[in-house]
């Protein structure tokens, strides 16, 4: 069955760089959308950036774009998220996720993503 590990999660200050990491398994991994997305509490939950594996095309939301950087290794199956200059306002729980369907370009259509990982834990500090 599918299933998405993220790791490389912690605390940090403000300033400061972590790798979030995403293993997937149980699905063709070059066919689907993946996502980063993150939820403060009391917040909603929100798409952070996608990449659609096969052709590695990528998508930012406007808070992290130049800052946060996607990508992903198909030979390990793993989706990877390169955070610099992080915020306070950056601090959440990060989750992965995998589009529904193979074959479509979801970019940060959360209604799209069906399947998740349990999350990681980021803490910026000011």
């Known amino acids: 069955q599918v299933q998405l590990v993220e790791s490389g999660g912690g605390s940090v200050q403000a300033g400061g760089s972590l790798r979030l990491s995403c293993a997937a398994s149980?699905?063709?991994?070059?066919?689907?959308?993946m996502g980063w997305f993150r939820q403060a509490p009391g917040k909603e939950r929100e798409g952070v950036a996608a990449?659609?594996?096969?052709?590695?095309?990528?998508y930012y939301d406007d808070s992290v774009k130049g800052r946060f950087t996607i990508s992903r290794d198909i030979a390990k199956n793993t989706v990877y998220l390169q955070m610099n200059s992080l915020k306070p306002e950056d601090t959440a729980m990060y989750y992965c996720?995998?589009?529904?369907?193979?074959?479509?370009?979801?970019?940060?259509?959360?209604?799209?993503?069906?399947?998740w990982g349990q999350g990681t834990q980021v803490t910026v500090s000011s």
């Open positions: 996720a995998r589009g529904l369907y193979p074959g479509r370009w979801d970019h940060l259509e959360k209604a799209n993503y069906g399947f």
């Open positions: 149980g699905f063709s991994f070059t066919y689907y959308s």
């Open positions: 990449i659609y594996t096969g052709s590695g095309s990528t």
